[in-house]
């Protein structure tokens, strides 16, 4: 079964608590973005690209502005195949 990550903005604390109460559960989990802003800091392109795959499945910045609160499917559990089921 695949769980789903809700994911809450910093600036919404009642809604994390709400969220957190409501449907916190062994398939689903609540936390609060982490997100501070990019982590490269730097201008300059770095020599070698260390990463293999982007980690992040999709941009959720305006889901968390609009609503205060995204849901995504757990990343230790997605895989592509969950997209289509045969």
Do not use: C
């Not at 608590?17 to 201008?43: A, T």
Request: hydrophobic share 35%; net charge positive; proline share 6%.
């Amino acid at each position: 079964m695949a769980r789903f990550l809700f994911i809450v903005s910093r600036t919404e604390p009642r809604q994390y608590r709400y969220l957190k109460h409501v449907f916190e559960d062994e398939n689903r989990e609540v936390i609060l973005d982490r997100r501070i802003g990019e982590r490269r800091q730097s201008v300059r392109l770095p020599r070698l690209e260390r990463r293999h795959i982007n980690r992040r499945q999709r941009d959720i910045t305006r889901a968390l502005q609009s609503t205060g609160w995204a849901l995504v499917r757990h990343p230790t559990t997605y895989t592509p195949a969950d997209d289509f089921p045969f």
